[in-house]
């Protein structure tokens, strides 16, 4: 599976922004897809995933992230809202091999395929 990301830039505080996932191989709407974020100096971390069918967001998004898929497109996206500075971070884009356990969806090692990377840059 690849995964190509897309749709990071450069934004002012409380603006908005949709990231885009594509993701070409088999198999694609079976598969949990999340994104992470990671900040310079910083380990990545979770933000949002969709595990079978069912969003879930860390505690720093929720209300102001929603993430969403369309399995004809094979994209996923992360409609990203009221950014902040503390939202600059590149965001990646990762798959599971479909059969990840609820506990483990908020760890990276759990996804087996990743895309390369946006860049979200949140000036004040």
């Known amino acids: 599976v690849q995964l190509q990301a897309s749709g990071g830039g450069l934004v002012q505080v409380g603006a908005s922004l949709r990231l885009s996932c594509a993701a070409a191989g088999p198999t694609f709407s079976a598969r949990n897809m999340a994104w992470f974020r990671q900040a310079p100096g910083k380990e990545r971390e979770f933000v949002a995933v969709?595990?079978?069918?069912?969003?879930y967001y860390a505690d720093s998004v929720k209300g102001r992230f929603t993430i969403s898929r369309d399995n004809a497109k094979n994209t996923v996206y992360l409609q990203m809202s009221s950014l902040s500075p503390e939202d600059t971070a590149v965001y990646y884009c990762?798959?599971?091999?479909?059969?990840?356990?609820?506990?483990?969806?908020?760890?990276?090692?759990?996804?087996?395929?990743w895309g390369q990377g946006t860049l979200v840059t949140v000036s004040s």
């Open positions: 969709i595990w079978r069918k069912n969003p």
């Open positions: 990762a798959a599971d091999r479909g059969t990840s356990i609820l506990s483990s969806i908020y760890t990276p090692r759990t996804y087996d395929y």
